[in-house]
């Protein structure tokens, strides 16, 4: 295979010719300001200003975000250098590290580049969790009202009828998770890659499907609300149903799922593109599941978005303010009693209260479930993840969340380090063994010595 690497990259923020160097200038432009003063992304007032959260109680549960962590020294050149170099050994095609705001390194290989967007395949989920947060601030949902009450052709089902908002976020909801009814799993994913590219059974002049969002309607639940965790894309569909009929009840000025999720999180994290990059069906409903293309700087600027608490400012040197409620955001990063690893669209690599995800574990069957593709031994391991805890220097876990697709698509949000990474790759059985354990610890420099193992940890750290 021909590789065309770009390399460049500098550690800690540098100065503005740097950047130019680095062919980051654009990107540094539309990011969150840091203290050297750089541009914030574009901003978008919401129709109903959010309100601020009361300060968190003694006993009140942790929150993840901290958008002023305390300041922590940049990766070294040398510690992301070897992250870089794990990552292609294993089919990567992009790294991008940014610092407090500022792309602080960046590298394509295997013929990528930084202006070609790439599939996020189910990375694409964590938008529905942020923007289910603002329609919470927005007063059109509540996380725990029933479904059916909106979509009323669940009402006579005794198991549809109890499924709640925060059910189908969590992927708890019970909806058989890949239905027939739903067309194939996959359409619309681009350039993924390997042998597995999802992309190469797209026959020629295949037609899109015709309306995700009314097929999901008569998807059968199959288990009980709340008792199951069930990876696929039935629930991301129906929660796309429900919020397009909660906006055509509404005086919201938007009347689809785009244009709401377009004008609430895309435009006010600086992002500007064609729905197109979402995969559309024939109605031109967005792929919710697994259907966007962003380049990595694209993506970063949106784990940025994140990071900061969905928060914006109007001029240079104004207070940062939040365009989503702060306690709606956090949602995104609990996890439910069926599992805690997986909070609302998000994984939870190490929660708020440092408790420890096992994304890794039992891997052959359950990654394939959770891919909604059966029992397929051998596969399963392109999505695999996070096996163990990264403690930093104090002994201390590091909180991280990803955002995370098929073919080991990464986005890594670390609050307390001020630190947001994305990796992108080909799918192929080459990229199978790539760990995101190993991939932060090199990234943050620590070694073997620094971490302790998470329960039922596979033994090819």
């Known amino acids: 295979m021909t590789m065309s690497v770009h390399r460049s990259f500098v550690c800690a923020a540098g100065s503005a010719a740097l950047l130019f160097q680095l062919g980051c200038a654009a990107l540094a432009q539309s990011l969150p300001p840091t203290a ?29 975000l901290n958008p002023e962590p305390v300041p922590t020294p940049a990766p070294s050149a040398e510690a992301i250098a070897k992250a870089i170099a794990y990552s292609e050994s294993s089919s990567g095609r992009a790294v991008l590290v ?8 960046e590298q394509y290989a295997n013929g990528w580049s930084a202006e070609r967007p790439h599939a996020l395949a189910s990375g694409t989920k964590s938008f529905s969790g942020v923007t289910a947060a603002a329609a919470v601030t927005d007063g059109l949902v509540t ?10 052709e669940w009402k006579k089902d005794p198991r ?14 019970g909806l058989e998770p890949n239905s027939e009814l739903l067309g194939r799993q996959g359409y619309g994913i681009k350039d993924l890659g390997g042998a597995s590219d999802l992309a190469s059974r797209l026959r020629s002049g295949e037609r899109a499907p015709e309306n995700w969002y009314a097929a999901v309607v008569k998807v059968p639940v199959t288990a009980e609300p709340g008792r199951t965790f069930r990876y696929g894309p039935s629930h991301f569909y129906a929660w796309g149903e429900f919020l397009t009929r909660k906006l055509a009840a509404s005086s919201r000025p938007e009347r689809n799922y785009w244009d709401y999720m377009h004008a609430r999180v895309l435009k006010p994290a600086g992002l500007e593109f064609a729905k197109t990059r979402f995969a559309l069906d024939q109605q031109g409903n967005p792929n919710l599941p697994g259907g966007a293309h962003l380049t990595a700087r694209e993506w970063a600027q949106w784990g940025e978005f994140v990071r900061r608490g969905c928060a914006v400012r109007s001029e240079a040197g104004a207070a940062w303010t939040p365009v989503i409620d702060r306690d709606a955001l956090e ?8 599992n805690p690893q997986y909070g609302l669209t998000w994984w939870l690599l190490t929660g708020p209260d440092g408790s420890v995800a096992n994304v890794g574990g039992s891997e052959g069957g359950r990654m394939r479930k959770r891919l909604g593709r059966g029992e397929q031994p051998g596969l399963a391991d392109f999505a695999a993840g996070q096996t163990a805890t990264i403690l930093d220097a104090n002994g201390t876990p590091v909180k991280a ?9 990464r986005l890594f949000i670390l609050p307390e380090h001020g630190l947001v990474i994305v990796r992108l790759a080909e799918m192929n059985q080459k990229g199978v063994n790539f760990n995101d354990t190993q991939f932060l610890k090199l990234v943050l420099g620590i070694d073997g010595r620094g971490t302790v193992r998470g329960p039922d940890a596979p033994d090819r750290n």
Do not use: H, W, Y
């Open 36 to 64: 050297t003063g750089s541009p914030a992304p574009a901003t978008a007032t919401p129709s109903t200003p959010p309100s601020v959260p009361a300060p968190s109680a003694p006993n009140e549960r942790p929150r993840f």
């Open 331 to 338: 949602q995104c990063f609990i996890g439910s009693r069926v």
């Open 143 to 152: 996380l725990d009202e029933l479904v059916s009450d909106t979509i009323t």
């Open 401 to 409: 969340v990803m955002a995370a697709g098929a073919g080991k698509q």
């Open 160 to 173: 549809a009828s109890r499924i709640t908002v925060r059910e189908l976020l969590s992927l708890t909801s």
């Open 98 to 105: 940014m610092k407090d705001g500022v792309v602080i390194a």
